[in-house]
């Protein structure tokens, strides 16, 4: 029997289903049904449902709800839009962080791959981008990158899905580290740019690979138009 689930529990659950692709990208969903799945009530699963529209992460169709598809596009806008601003919150760091929360950061990267799950490892990289931007001391950085990052998720289990990429990411992130931690600030923005370009660049690559292979288990993957302007980025 599933657990009973309300309120910011079942907006906390929901949500990471869907970026752990539990629920699929256009995958239909109906309050009925996620009554059924998470034994809640039809009030607070709307409400969650209502959050996560304005996440991103699902989208209404007609009296139904869908999880929201992966687009191309967007990819590409979260991109450039994360490079400007983490390019510039490393800038930053290099200035206003402490000795202590540099090396705080570079001990957040020494666990062992090999004892870290694949979902651990995947959020871990994702929380590294958010904690490097924290680092700014500018919190509308911060929250622009963990907005970026959230979006970005899904296709991380995508693109980050070996230990060996894990790994590679790693490493591309000790090296924005030693470079922080030398107050090179050029250099430091230089490693995230490429560091971001290679994750778009692999993203891309493998989502136009494998795209009917994915189309065939449930995903939708879309392109939209990019001169129609999005309100909710981040």
């Not at 510039?88 to 206003?96: F, H, P």
């Not at 995947?122 to 931007?133: E, K, N, V, Y």
Request: proline share 4%.
């Amino acid at each position: 029997m599933a657990v009973p689930v309300t309120g910011v529990a079942l907006y906390d659950r929901l949500r990471a289903a869907i970026l752990s692709l539990d629920y699929v990208p256009g995958e239909k969903l109906t309050e009925r049904g996620l009554e059924v799945d998470l034994d809640a009530s039809r009030t607070p699963i709307r409400a969650a449902l209502l959050r996560l529209e304005a996440d991103g992460l699902v989208r209404r169709e007609g009296r139904g709800w869908s999880v929201s598809p992966i687009d191309l596009t967007e990819i590409r806008a979260l991109s450039e839009y994360r490079e400007a601003v983490e390019a510039a919150a490393v800038r930053l760091a290099v200035e206003r962080a402490s000795d202590s929360d540099l090396l705080a950061l570079g001990a957040s990267l020494d666990t062992p791959s090999q004892a870290t799950s694949e979902e651990e490892g995947i959020r871990s990289g994702s929380d590294f981008h958010a904690i490097l931007a924290q680092l700014s001391g500018n919190p509308f950085m911060a929250e622009s990158i963990r907005g970026v990052m959230t979006r970005l998720l899904r296709t991380r289990w995508l693109e980050v899905r070996t230990p060996a990429s894990r790994a590679h990411a790693n490493e591309e992130h000790r090296a924005i580290v030693a470079a922080l931690q030398r107050r090179d600030a050029d250099g430091a923005a230089a490693l995230v740019i490429a560091h971001n370009r290679g994750t778009t660049e692999r993203t891309l690559g493998f989502l136009s690979e494998e795209r009917r292979r994915l189309r065939g288990r449930g995903f939708a993957i879309v392109e939209s138009d990019p001169a129609v302007p999005r309100l909710d980025v981040v």
